[in-house]
């Protein structure tokens, strides 16, 4: 984005912003910045058309920042948000970019904190006022006069706003300002509910709008994967065996989805949290600071709830759940590769949702690869490379401070070194599967890809023809739990096994073994279950009950 007029300094703004900008780190203004800057500084309206990441929020506050009079203790600005996330966001955006000017202060509106400080925080002379539309006509309830003396007026994120249902508040809330403002709408997309607005409520609007898809996504590296909709979590679990994330964003479509694919992630000792719409606003702003500071790694989401999130350490985001249409594909895979970083998107798709995929390329385009999900080698390969990233840097002296004790040890004991370290290696592994085979007999769950017409070149991996899938869920097979996990020592190989001896089974009647930490779920025949759970009532693995039951999901 390299202009050859100079940068930030020679687009009009106030030289304490400029100041204030350049020390935040941004060399150069983004294309929309570039664009929407000298427009909004010279008082028109305008309608400004950008995808996620493109640096919106700066393009609209350097302007207003230098438009305001920080002399007058009254709100001046009114900036709308569609979620408390965002609206937060945007004003910790302000707050940095004002930080040269004193007496500008800024306040955050929004639902699930107390009214009253905030309309405090208005009332002792707030110049910037953040909000979302629902809260914002609660105070105005209350007050009708708190927007009398606002002159810029700014909707970001304007089509999210709406698919929000905040349409009547907006409307409200234009009739509380003077008609003298300046208006200015920023939206990813404008569809006529935007266009309407734009007619009724914008004077004479400029318009700028940024190409920007080639350039949102050349950062990010993208790539799908065909699996079945009841395989999905366990992909996804055998996915981040082998993906080197940093932080990574997990998209799914349901409330519900979210918080059972976070308690899966959770269960296999992963840092996950979901982001729902239901879930407490305060919590989902702890959910984000998490990721941020590295207490969370991975968050689930749902496109709302995680529209606008800005966290540069994500490094990946899977899409679990295919998004509704293409934009929105966009918008999620711009989560990651913020700010010119490198991303990785993966997508995963199941045989029904292959056409959306040819929209998505077609609408990018961009050609998104497939691949394959990683067989047992690859999972054992990048288990022992992560042992040996922790591994290696405790060699050290540790020979000069422990060599002694160790040889007192294998004395004592009267092994082997190599014994003892294998001991010692067994304990700090904690059980984990550290063979080719306990890889696969841990998870022989997900057939490498859903049924396709392939080409005689185009083969299943090694791992997955030695070992055919079974049968996803279906028709005629029921879904057993059983308490014993790996934590009590159990391989999907010892429930086979007990399964088969003691029940009576062919191999083809059990369907997938899925061995959690602590509990195990087994796919069986439907017909004559509860005769087949009554044989199998004292049957032992590893020692303890096995107590096999019928498992209902919901
Ligand atoms: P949008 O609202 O278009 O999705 P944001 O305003 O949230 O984008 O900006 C995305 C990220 O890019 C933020 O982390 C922001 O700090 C950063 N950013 C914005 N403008 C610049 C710039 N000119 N140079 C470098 N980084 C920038
Ligand atoms: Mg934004």
Do not use: W
Not at 3 to 15: C, R, V, Y
Not at 278 to 304: F, P, W
Not at 308 to 324: A, K, S, W
Request: proline share 5%; with cysteine.
């Amino acid at each position: 984005m390299t202009q050859e007029t100079g940068g930030f300094a020679s687009l009009g703004l106030h030289p304490t912003i400029v100041a204030a900008v350049i020390a935040t780190g941004y060399e150069e203004p983004s294309a929309i910045q570039q664009q929407s800057i000298p427009i909004i500084l010279a008082g028109h309206d305008m309608i400004g058309q950008a995808q996620t990441g493109t640096g919106k929020t700066a393009a609209f506050a350097l302007p207003i920042l230098s438009r305001i009079d920080p002399s007058k203790r009254e709100p001046q600005a009114l900036i709308l948000a569609p979620t408390r996330e965002l609206a937060l966001q945007v004003a910790t955006a302000f707050e940095t970019y004002a930080k040269q000017m004193p007496g500008v202060t800024v306040v955050a509106v929004y639902g699930g904190a107390p009214m009253g400080p905030q309309l405090k925080a208005i009332r002792n002379g707030a110049q910037i006022v953040v909000a979302t539309p629902g809260r914002l006509c609660d105070h105005l309830r209350r007050d009708e006069k708190v927007l009398a003396t606002v002159n810029h007026l700014v909707l970001d994120e304007a089509d999210e706003m709406l698919k929000l249902g905040f349409m009547d508040d907006l409307e409200v809330i234009f009739k509380a300002m003077p008609e003298t403002r300046q208006t200015v709408l920023f939206s990813a997309t404008l569809p006529q509910s935007i266009r309407a607005i734009a007619e009724r409520h914008l004077k004479e609007p400029h318009h700028v709008k940024i190409q920007t898809k080639t350039q949102t996504v050349t950062a990010i590296e993208q790539a799908h994967l065909l699996v079945h909709a009841d395989q999905k979590t366990s992909a996804v679990l055998r996915l981040l065996e082998v993906e080197e994330f940093d932080a990574l964003i997990a998209f799914v479509r349901t409330k519900q989805a979210t918080l059972d694919l976070a308690s899966a992630l959770e269960a296999k000792g992963y840092k996950a949290a979901a982001l729902n719409g239901d879930i407490a606003q305060n919590q989902r702003e702890r959910v984000i600071e998490s990721l941020k500071d590295g207490r969370l790694d991975i968050v689930v989401a749902t496109d709302v709830a995680a529209r606008g999130l800005d966290v540069p350490r994500i490094t990946h985001v899977f899409n679990v759940d295919m998004p509704y249409d293409p934009e929105s594909y966009v918008h999620r895979i711009g989560r990651t590769g913020r700010a010119g970083r490198e991303g990785r998107a993966l997508l995963l798709v199941t045989p029904r949702e292959r056409r959306m995929l040819q929209v998505i390329e077609r609408v990018t385009g961009q050609k998104v690869a497939e691949v394959r999900l990683p067989d047992g080698q690859a999972v054992l390969d990048a288990r022992i490379r992560k042992l040996t990233n922790s591994l290696a840097p405790l060699v050290g002296d540790a020979e000069s401070t422990h060599g002694d004790l160790l040889d007192r040890l294998t004395a004592d004991i009267g092994c082997s070194p190599r014994a003892l370290a294998a001991a010692l290696l067994r304990k700090a592994t904690n059980g984990q599967a550290l063979t080719l085979d306990a890889v696969q007999a841990e998870q022989p769950l997900v057939p490498n890809n859903a049924p396709r017409e392939r080409s005689t070149s185009d083969r299943p991996e090694r791992g997955d023809r030695e070992r055919r899938a079974p049968m996803p869920l279906g028709e005629g097979r029921a879904r057993c739990r059983t308490a014993l996990g790996a934590r009590d020592g159990i391989a999907a190989k010892n429930l086979l096994g007990a399964i088969l001896n003691e029940g009576g089974l062919a191999r083809e009647a059990i369907g997938r073994i899925q061995v959690r930490d602590s509990f195990s779920l087994v796919e069986l025949p439907e017909d004559g279950l509860e005769k087949l759970l009554t044989k199998l009532k004292d049957t032992r693995v590893a020692g303890k009950q096995l107590k096999l039951r019928r498992y209902r999901e919901d």
